[in-house]
């Protein structure tokens, strides 16, 4: 069983930055796939980023080059540097963990087994 639970969230003006911390709990840690997804308000959730085990990671188009996902498998933290913010990415935020058969699912919500209850990011204009 895993525990993840999400901190770091708030609000900020557009073009700021901030920290997500996702401290998580269990066996084998190190060999999860962790990853940050999104849910605005009547939307669904979508991927963010992702980090594997050996920290090869992945992200969202929109994002890439503004956030940045990294893991301390010593703190079992997974974190979300997120710079130069936009209104449009005003969001819950989720950390999940899944053991993925294929790096091809890591954008996938079914792929994870284990989620923490969100921290929320609002970015005003």
């Known amino acids: 069983q895993v525990q993840l639970v999400e901190s770091g969230g708030g609000l900020v003006q557009t073009g700021g930055s901030l920290r997500l911390s996702c401290a998580a709990s269990?066996?084998?840690?190190?060999?999860?796939?962790m990853a940050w997804f999104r849910q605005a308000t009547g939307r669904e959730r979508d991927f963010v980023a992702a980090?594997?085990?050996?920290?090869?990671?992945t992200y969202y188009a929109d994002v890439k080059g503004r956030f940045t996902i990294f893991r301390d498998n010593i703190k079992n933290t997974v974190y979300l540097q997120m710079n130069s913010l936009k209104p449009e990415d005003t969001a819950v935020y989720y950390c999940?963990?899944?053991?993925?058969?294929?790096?091809?699912?890591?954008?996938?919500?079914?792929?994870?087994?284990?989620w923490g209850q969100g921290t929320q990011v609002t970015v005003s204009s």
């Open positions: 999940a963990a899944g053991l993925l058969a294929t790096a091809k699912a890591m954008g996938l919500v079914p792929a994870y087994d284990y």
């Open positions: 269990g066996r084998g840690l190190s060999s999860y796939t």
């Open positions: 980090i594997s085990g050996p920290g090869g990671s």
